[in-house]
């Protein structure tokens, strides 16, 4: 007979008092309660190298400069407007002139008439060199002493060419031999100079000025020009 005081076996102890017994210990070990912060955390971001900024900076401020001069000097290019000079050939001569067994032989003398177009810009001529050419062909050329030219100045310019038993093609020497026997020989002249624009003290980026005079015919028996003075292309 079993004992009624005996708990049944596989029912939950009741405790004397009415109440449930406690929870059972999961482990040995009772951590501490850790209340989580309302607000993340997030690590201080590594100090900048200062040193990208500076050059940042310093290319802004350089292309702002750069700006401004630009405007300035375009301003002043639009307020003065240049304008390119007037290139004319007065008159041209040939002597001494010789052309026989793919050579040859002669001297040039020319004279320009240059005018400065501008109120305000004085022009600087620098470097100046001029060709004489039978069509294409190259025949000589010479150098012409660099000037100044004031506003609204018209000068005037000589050069002489010489060549002296210069070979040249036999096709060229024919051609300059049946012009000159049908009365008359056409040459063309070329002048390149290195220039610039003056304005009181400012001056202009110099400039690459070239200048064609076409077809000037001269007498095949006198050796002057025919037709008097021609206007030059200027570019």
Request: hydrophobic letters at 30%; proline letters at 13%; charged letters at 15%.
């Given at each position: 007979m079993q004992d009624p005081s005996r708990p049944v076996t596989g029912y939950p102890?009741?405790?004397?008092?009415?109440?449930?017994?406690?929870?059972?210990?999961?482990?040995?070990?009772?951590?501490?309660?850790?209340?989580?912060?309302?607000?993340?955390?997030?690590?201080?971001?590594?100090?900048?190298?200062p040193r990208p900024t500076f050059f940042r900076r310093l290319f802004v401020v350089f292309a702002v400069l750069l700006i401004i001069f630009g405007t300035i000097l375009l301003i002043i290019w639009l307020v003065?407007?240049?304008?390119?000079?007037?290139?004319?050939?007065?008159?041209?001569?040939?002597?001494?002139?010789?052309?026989?067994?793919?050579?040859?032989?002669?001297?040039?003398?020319?004279?320009?008439?240059?005018?400065?177009?501008?109120?305000?810009?004085?022009?600087?001529?620098?470097?100046?060199?001029?060709?004489?050419?039978?069509?294409?062909?190259?025949?000589t050329e010479t150098r012409i002493e660099p000037f100044v030219q004031g506003t609204r100045e018209v000068n005037t310019?000589?050069?002489?060419?010489?060549?002296?038993?210069?070979?040249?093609?036999?096709?060229?020497?024919?051609?300059m031999n049946g012009e000159r026997t049908r009365g008359e020989i056409k040459f063309n002249i070329k002048v390149v100079a290195d220039v610039a624009f003056r304005y009181g003290g400012w001056r202009g980026r110099r400039r690459l000025l070239r200048v064609w005079c076409d077809d000037l015919a001269l007498s095949g028996s006198s050796g002057k020009m025919t037709g008097g003075s021609k206007k030059c292309s200027v570019d």
């Open positions: 102890v009741q405790n004397v008092n009415g109440c449930a017994p406690p929870p059972p210990a999961t482990s040995s070990t009772a951590y501490p309660y850790v209340n989580p912060s309302p607000y993340p955390y997030y690590p201080a971001p590594p100090p900048q190298n003065l407007r240049p304008h390119l000079p007037d290139f004319s050939i007065q008159s041209l001569s040939l002597s001494k002139f010789n052309a026989s067994n793919q050579r040859v032989s002669g001297t040039w003398n020319a004279q320009f008439q240059v005018s400065n177009p501008n109120k305000k810009l004085s022009i600087y001529y620098g470097d100046i060199v001029s060709s004489v050419f039978h069509k294409d062909d190259f025949l310019v000589e050069a002489s060419y010489s060549v002296v038993d210069s070979f040249v093609e036999g096709k060229v020497v024919d051609a």
